[in-house]
């Protein structure tokens, strides 16, 4: 859905990026903190100018926030309630509409590149997904 954003279009006599690449730059801009954040440190790990690291995380925010405002909603005054009272039924929470949870999924192989990104705090290499969901 993101790569048929206006924002990844690219004019017809350059040669742009593959759009999955300038995600995963953004989204390791996003995940990343202190140092590791760094535009700089960004450009040399993913072998790519610092223009591009910003330019890429721009094009995702862009495409994000003008699609978030379709697909990424709070619950109406009529569903809210319905969604509460199935939380509360299956879990016995109160008052909950949907839970955040984290979850690291083993790799089979260690990463080629940016290693030290993917070692976990369990000792092996990992990438991590945040997930977020209702009472379905």
Request: include cysteine.
């Amino acid at each position: 859905m993101l790569s048929t954003h206006a924002a990844y279009k690219s004019h017809p006599n350059s040669k742009s990026t593959d759009v999955r690449i300038q995600m995963i730059v953004a989204l390791e801009r996003f995940g990343s903190c202190g140092n590791d954040a760094s535009v700089g440190n960004l450009a040399k790990s993913a072998g790519i100018c610092e223009g591009s690291v910003v330019n890429f995380t721009n094009r995702f925010m862009s495409a994000v926030a003008d699609m978030s405002q379709h697909n990424v909603t709070w619950p109406s005054d009529i569903k809210s309630p319905q969604m509460k009272e199935g939380i509360k039924k299956l879990y016995g929470f109160p008052s909950c509409v949907g839970f955040v949870g984290e979850a690291s999924f083993p790799l089979a192989f260690t990463p080629p590149r940016s290693v030290r990104n993917f070692y976990s705090r369990t000792g092996v290499y990992a990438t991590s997904c945040l997930m977020v969901c209702d009472n379905k």
